[in-house]
């Protein structure tokens, strides 16, 4: 397993994480002059340029570089995906040489800065570092797990409630998305609780990785204007406070795992 990360940092702050929104931006203003009968194209188009953004997101969201890695490779999958399907509309007649030319070498740029990300943790992926290997973290000011799980509770049933505003286009992307993730994000928390302690970092790991995704996702959905600014502030500060509350979780646990 790879060494953890010595803090969790803003995925928001990656220059990868905001050309890859601005792509995402691009694919679906693609998506509403493209005629109906290319909707297969464009739903697969749709659901590759918002797993760039969520697997960005989800990647640097968590403690561990192999996990990161992993994402940032699955990223670049995607890119490659969207290349791809941008090369049948072209051929097709169905894209200009402006609007394809700009889409490529926005997706060819968002490759570069990722695979120099995934450059940069290459030396933490090491077979010979032992699980236990991580960084020494201060000890952080008492948490209480139970108060944490109750504040997502709310928060999974608001994001529910959020999901069934969105268009039925988005029925088999966002949608979908947006449930597992918040899914994933609450039974991994729920599963942390009471088990051993190197099992409860992972499980709370997992967690956190899962609502960075859940954000990325409010992050598209308040761009193609499906919820209200309002909104999307309410929710991500809401999302805030519970990433605060699992990482001061996280970084007291493995304080305990080093003494």
């Known amino acids: ?17 905001q050309k890859a929104l601005l792509f995402v931006q691009g694919i679906y203003t693609l998506i509403k002059i493209v005629p109906s009968p290319e909707r297969f194209i464009m739903n697969a188009l749709r659901k590759a340029s918002c797993a760039v953004v969520a697997n960005t997101a989800e990647g640097n969201g968590n403690y561990y570089y192999g996990r990161e890695y992993d994402h940032l490779d699955i990223a670049i999958c995607m890119l490659a995906k969207c290349q791809s399907l941008l090369d049948i509309l072209y051929i ?19 490759s570069r800065i990722i695979g120099a990300l995934m450059k940069r943790i290459e030396p933490y992926l ?19 797990q139970e108060a944490t799980i109750g504040k997502a509770k709310v928060f999974r049933d608001a994001i529910k409630r959020m999901v069934g505003k969105l268009p039925e286009e988005e029925s088999s992307n966002l949608v979908d998305q947006l449930i597992r993730a918040i899914d ?25 990785g899962s609502l960075s995704e859940v954000r990325s996702f409010l992050d598209i959905s308040v761009m193609e204007n499906y919820i209200t600014l309002v909104e999307y502030q309410r929710l991500d500060k809401e999302a805030g406070i519970i990433q605060s509350g699992l990482i001061e979780l996280m970084t007291r646990l493995n304080y305990k795992l080093r003494v």
């Open 1 to 17: 397993m790879s060494i953890r990360k010595e803090y969790v940092g803003n995925f928001r702050d990656l220059i990868a994480y």
């Open 92 to 110: 097709q007649g169905k894209l200009t040489r402006e609007k394809y030319n700009r889409l490529q070498d926005g997706a060819e740029e968002i």
């Open 126 to 144: 090491s077979t010979d570092v032992e699980a236990s290997v991580c960084y020494p973290m201060k000890e952080a000011k008492s948490t209480n």
């Open 184 to 208: 994933s994000f609450y039974e991994n928390l729920i599963k942390s609780n009471g088990v051993v302690s190197d099992r409860r970092f992972q499980d709370l790991n997992y967690s956190l």
